[in-house]
């Protein structure tokens, strides 16, 4: 079984300020995470992943997360944010190991809100 | 084409009508996912096609729920006797290799009135 936790449903950060929206996971083998961003009305667009590897991982817009294996946390992070950042974000794990369910496991998402 | 298509972006119907909800994926990815999003709650697996292979059903919430995929690319999610539980956006995915991210269309917004 697989699960993520994403403990806050809003975070508010003032534009220019650093960002963070956390994640944590369980899985059983070995952890492959994503983060997604979802825009009102629109799919979740990609931002990035873990696989193997360095633990921080960077990925599209600035956006950069922490893979930590002993607290099994995967926190998306931002050093400046931007009022276009303001979006639903999500957190989700699927298990790499070699013939496991492909399927992926959400968050249940936190709304950013970025204060102009 | 560039990205996931999926027809129609918003179905309204009436309780005790069938759906049927079209994803087009991404031209050449070998798997595709259906998950389901409810308002204000997290992404729903529904159900997963890789090649040829048996589909895993394993997240359909009731057999009024089926879905194929013809020739390995589009796919058709049914929902027969729509209940107003059934009411969300069925997000469709699609992905190459094991390790990609899945790549997400726009949704169909459902509602049953």
């Known amino acids: 079984a697989q699960s993520v936790a994403q403990p806050e449903d809003q975070v508010n950060v003032a534009e220019g300020n650093p960002l963070t929206v956390k994640c944590t996971y369980s899985?059983?083998?070995?952890?492959?995470l994503f983060w997604y961003v979802q825009y009102p009305n629109r799919g979740l667009q990609f931002l990035l992943k873990?696989?193997?590897?360095?633990?921080l991982v960077k990925g599209s817009y600035g956006f950069e997360a922490e893979f930590n294996k002993s607290q099994t946390s995967f926190h998306l992070k931002k050093p400046s944010a931007l009022v276009s950042d303001s979006a639903l974000y999500f957190c989700?794990?699927?298990?790499?190991?070699?013939?496991?369910?492909?399927?992926?496991?959400f968050g249940s998402g936190t709304q950013l809100t970025v204060l102009p | 084409g560039a990205g996931v298509s999926q027809s129609p972006s918003n179905k309204v119907t009436e309780k005790g009508k069938d759906v049927e909800l079209r994803c087009d994926p991404i031209?050449?990815?070998?798997?595709l996912y259906w998950y389901r999003q409810s308002l204000g709650q997290g992404l729903e697996f529904l159900i997963y096609?890789?090649?040829?292979?048996?589909?895993?059903k394993s997240g359909l919430p009731s057999d009024r729920f089926s879905a194929e995929r013809t020739g390995g690319s589009v796919s058709t999610l049914t929902i027969q006797r729509t209940q107003q539980e059934d009411s969300a956006v069925y997000l469709c995915?699609?992905?190459?290799?094991?390790?990609?991210?899945?790549?997400f269309g726009d949704g169909t917004r459902l509602s049953i009135l």
């Open positions: 989700a794990v699927r298990d790499g190991t070699s013939g496991s369910a492909r399927q992926l496991t």
């Open positions: 031209s050449g990815h070998t798997a």
């Open positions: 873990y696989i193997t590897g360095d633990n």
């Open positions: 096609f890789q090649g040829n292979s048996a589909p895993d």
């Open positions: 899985v059983s083998g070995n952890p492959y």
């Open positions: 995915a699609s992905t190459g290799y094991s390790n990609q991210p899945q790549h």
